[in-house]
């Protein structure tokens, strides 16, 4: 079998520049899960250095499997045994446990950091899958188990993993008697939940540049709504606007040139694009409405937009070489910030029915409109790099907290933050 | 339904200028009438020396920036201090309750303080004096999702 090594080298730069809090991390609860998961056997990492390791490696892995809801890993306490390596692996046991697969690893101290060697067996079949290497430094252990983690999941279910992304969030705690505001970046699971930035002032709208290394957002923190590009490795930072009115929503370009956004300097909210080379703004849209929350299909030759120039709010798609304006929702009458699926063929929108906020799918093609959540309250979907998942924002009592959904609606997990209220996720995009 | 800006503008003029007539405030409103040319600054009954504070606090319903017609009566008062008043911007802070989107709601929330600012200015208020900012849904006067604490977000603040 192939070995393969992945090197974990931006993580590296990324952990070093922020600073971690841990009191402000959110614990994932699972709440729904598909309904023929793959039983996967996850068994504990043989470590081969001294001492005792920061983190459980195997345990990360079984839980970032487990979050897709595709696969369902074994309890460590139903194990008969703990085998290190393919050859030590019993089928028999492990069939009478309805294991499908079982993963094995061995984790060894090396110059800078931990090597590990993992296996994928498949039980039915009696054969080894795979056997891969991951290396990481000294503080990526949790790292090397979501590089473990995408390829075995992407091994079982053929769909490339998305463990070892990231989000950017939004929290709002009291200090003082006073709101305070953080921008937030946490793995995808909810770990290592660091600090960007605080403000006094509302943060809101952050978007990440395609190649993961900045954010976009609005801050309030000059009095009125302004925005910033921020690097999330040097900390350097440029605020980009400063009209009068709204300077909202901006939306990185696919190819990461132009920033889509909102502002109101003509008298209303119009779509503009920002073309970050040049300085450059064009305006997009000439409509008495309110035109907001723009985001671009993959291609890059079109935006969708919420407007309400048809009386309330709906999703519309603008053509940027001809800039006609077509319509793209008819049902219900509320439909609102879109975000375009990784292969242009789905549309993520907060959508109302019944009085109720929540969030909804709509094939593109056929029109066809799918509520995905029961929670309430719902609002700004972001979609996973590999188009499987999405987080969004919603209550649970009077707080606010982060959630996931399958887009097939079958799996569903929510993240509480044990701090504040957290909202905005933004899903990075893949960083290779 | 919900009327364009401009129908909503034009609806407003109307009912700022039926507003100003059918007033029996005893204080000068007949100048509210007068748009095109400035108030002349005449020093006339400085009555509001001692003056009471008034609201400063203005709602609307869900999705909407029309003006309510107890909102046009405060309005007009704050209108005569300002004429009165020599300096200083007014800062007309548009907001919006939780539901719906986040950056839906900064553009609402614009557009509630807008139809404050353009009541204002037929009123005879000096739109140079007058700061528009939407702070959305971001910063609630009342925390929970009550039906009460949403009408008491949907609000423009003037300050």
Redesign the interface.
Same mark, same amino acid.
């Not at chain 1, 971690?20 to 598909?34: C, F, K, R, Y």
């Not at chain 1, 909810?190 to 960007?196: F, L, V």
């Not at chain 1, 930035?197 to 993961?212: D, E, K, Q, T």
């Given at each position: 079998m192939m070995k393969k090594t992945v090197s974990l080298l931006f993580t590296t730069l990324l952990g070093c520049v922020l600073a971690v809090s841990a009191q402000a991390q959110l614990v994932v609860e699972i709440d729904d899960g598909t309904d023929n998961p793959t039983p996967v056997a996850v068994v504990p990492f043989d470590w081969s250095g001294s001492g005792v390791l920061a983190e459980d490696v195997a345990s990360i892995v079984s839980s970032d499997l487990r979050r897709s809801g595709l696969i369902a890993p074994i309890p460590r306490t139903d194990m008969l045994s703990f085998p290190k390596t393919p050859e030590e692996v019993s089928f028999r046991d492990w069939r009478i446990l309805g294991a499908e697969y079982v993963v094995t690893g061995r984790i060894q101290p090396q110059a800078s950091g931990y090597l590990l060697s993992f296996d994928l067996v498949n039980i039915f079949g009696q054969r080894k899958v795979f056997t891969k290497q991951v290396t990481g430094g000294a503080q990526q252990l949790r790292d090397i188990a979501h590089r473990a983690a995408d390829e075995i999941f992407e091994a079982i279910t053929g769909i490339r993993g998305a463990f070892g992304t990231q989000m950017v969030y939004v929290q709002e705690t009291q200090r003082g008697g006073q709101?305070s505001y953080a921008l937030m970046l946490s793995d995808i699971d909810g770990a290592r939940a660091r600090q960007i930035r605080r403000f006094s002032a509302?943060v809101?709208?952050p978007s990440w540049s395609p190649n993961g290394q900045e954010v976009a957002y609005v801050s *309030?923190e000059t009095? #009125?709504?302004a925005i910033f590009r921020e690097n999330l490795r040097s900390g350097a930072r440029q605020q980009l606007t400063n009209f009068k009115? %709204?300077n909202? &929503?901006p939306t990185w370009s696919p190819d990461g040139s132009k920033l889509a956004m909102?502002l /109101?300097k003509d008298g209303?909210?119009e779509i503009y694009v920002l073309d970050l080379a040049t300085g450059r703004f064009t305006r997009m849209t000439r409509h *008495? /409405?309110?035109d907001? =929350?723009p985001n671009w299909m993959p291609d890059g030759k079109s935006l969708v937009f919420?407007s309400?120039r048809g009386? @309330?709010?709906q999703i519309y798609q603008l053509t940027l070489a001809t800039g006609q304006v077509d319509r793209l929702t008819f049902d219900g009458d509320?439909n609102? #910030?879109p975000r375009v699926s990784p292969d242009g063929k789905t549309l993520v929108m907060?959508h #109302?029915s019944r009085g109720v *906020?929540t969030i909804a799918t709509m094939d593109i093609v056929s029109g066809r409109m799918r509520v995905l959540t029961e929670t309430r %309250?719902d =609002? /700004?979907p972001s979609i996973a790099p590999n188009g499987a998942m999405l987080m969004y924002a919603t @209550?649970r009592g &009077?707080k606010g907290i982060l959630a996931a959904v399958s887009l097939d609606a079958g799996v569903k997990y929510s993240l509480p933050s044990q701090q504040g209220n957290v #909202? =905005?996720p933004a899903w990075s995009p893949y960083f290779d | 339904m919900f009327k364009s800006v401009k129908t909503g503008l034009g609806l407003a003029c109307v009912l700022a200028v039926m507003a100003g007539c059918s007033s029996t405030d005893t204080e000068d409103t007949g100048n509210a009438m007068v748009d095109t040319t400035p108030p002349p600054v005449v020093e006339e009954t400085p009555v509001q020396e001692v003056a009471v504070p008034l609201d400063n606090v203005v709602y609307f319903d869900f999705d909407q920036s029309l003006l309510k017609p107890s909102t046009r009566e405060l309005l007009i008062k704050h209108a005569d201090r300002m004429r009165a008043a020599t300096t200083g911007t007014v800062r007309l802070e548009g907001h919006a309750d939780e539901l719906g989107t986040r950056e839906y709601n900064l553009a609402l929330g614009e557009r509630r303080a807008n139809a404050v600012r353009d009541f204002l200015v037929l009123q005879g208020v000096n739109a140079a004096n007058l700061e528009v900012i939407s702070y959305g849904e971001e910063r609630p006067a009342q925390e929970g999702s009550s039906e009460s604490a949403r009408a008491m977000n949907r609000r423009v603040v003037i300050n």
């Amino acid at each position: 079998m192939m070995k393969k090594t992945v090197s974990l080298l931006f993580t590296t730069l990324l952990g070093c520049v922020l600073a971690v809090s841990a009191q402000a991390q959110l614990v994932v609860e699972i709440d729904d899960g598909t309904d023929n998961p793959t039983p996967v056997a996850v068994v504990p990492f043989d470590w081969s250095g001294s001492g005792v390791l920061a983190e459980d490696v195997a345990s990360i892995v079984s839980s970032d499997l487990r979050r897709s809801g595709l696969i369902a890993p074994i309890p460590r306490t139903d194990m008969l045994s703990f085998p290190k390596t393919p050859e030590e692996v019993s089928f028999r046991d492990w069939r009478i446990l309805g294991a499908e697969y079982v993963v094995t690893g061995r984790i060894q101290p090396q110059a800078s950091g931990y090597l590990l060697s993992f296996d994928l067996v498949n039980i039915f079949g009696q054969r080894k899958v795979f056997t891969k290497q991951v290396t990481g430094g000294a503080q990526q252990l949790r790292d090397i188990a979501h590089r473990a983690a995408d390829e075995i999941f992407e091994a079982i279910t053929g769909i490339r993993g998305a463990f070892g992304t990231q989000m950017v969030y939004v929290q709002e705690t009291q200090r003082g008697g006073q709101p305070s505001y953080a921008l937030m970046l946490s793995d995808i699971d909810g770990a290592r939940a660091r600090q960007i930035r605080r403000f006094s002032a509302p943060v809101m709208s952050p978007s990440w540049s395609p190649n993961g290394q900045e954010v976009a957002y609005v801050s *309030f923190e000059t009095g #009125r709504p302004a925005i910033f590009r921020e690097n999330l490795r040097s900390g350097a930072r440029q605020q980009l606007t400063n009209f009068k009115g %709204l300077n909202s &929503s901006p939306t990185w370009s696919p190819d990461g040139s132009k920033l889509a956004m909102v502002l /109101s300097k003509d008298g209303n909210p119009e779509i503009y694009v920002l073309d970050l080379a040049t300085g450059r703004f064009t305006r997009m849209t000439r409509h *008495f /409405s309110i035109d907001t =929350e723009p985001n671009w299909m993959p291609d890059g030759k079109s935006l969708v937009f919420t407007s309400d120039r048809g009386g @309330k709010p709906q999703i519309y798609q603008l053509t940027l070489a001809t800039g006609q304006v077509d319509r793209l929702t008819f049902d219900g009458d509320y439909n609102a #910030r879109p975000r375009v699926s990784p292969d242009g063929k789905t549309l993520v929108m907060v959508h #109302r029915s019944r009085g109720v *906020f929540t969030i909804a799918t709509m094939d593109i093609v056929s029109g066809r409109m799918r509520v995905l959540t029961e929670t309430r %309250l719902d =609002e /700004s979907p972001s979609i996973a790099p590999n188009g499987a998942m999405l987080m969004y924002a919603t @209550k649970r009592g &009077s707080k606010g907290i982060l959630a996931a959904v399958s887009l097939d609606a079958g799996v569903k997990y929510s993240l509480p933050s044990q701090q504040g209220n957290v #909202r =905005e996720p933004a899903w990075s995009p893949y960083f290779d | 339904m919900f009327k364009s800006v401009k129908t909503g503008l034009g609806l407003a003029c109307v009912l700022a200028v039926m507003a100003g007539c059918s007033s029996t405030d005893t204080e000068d409103t007949g100048n509210a009438m007068v748009d095109t040319t400035p108030p002349p600054v005449v020093e006339e009954t400085p009555v509001q020396e001692v003056a009471v504070p008034l609201d400063n606090v203005v709602y609307f319903d869900f999705d909407q920036s029309l003006l309510k017609p107890s909102t046009r009566e405060l309005l007009i008062k704050h209108a005569d201090r300002m004429r009165a008043a020599t300096t200083g911007t007014v800062r007309l802070e548009g907001h919006a309750d939780e539901l719906g989107t986040r950056e839906y709601n900064l553009a609402l929330g614009e557009r509630r303080a807008n139809a404050v600012r353009d009541f204002l200015v037929l009123q005879g208020v000096n739109a140079a004096n007058l700061e528009v900012i939407s702070y959305g849904e971001e910063r609630p006067a009342q925390e929970g999702s009550s039906e009460s604490a949403r009408a008491m977000n949907r609000r423009v603040v003037i300050n």
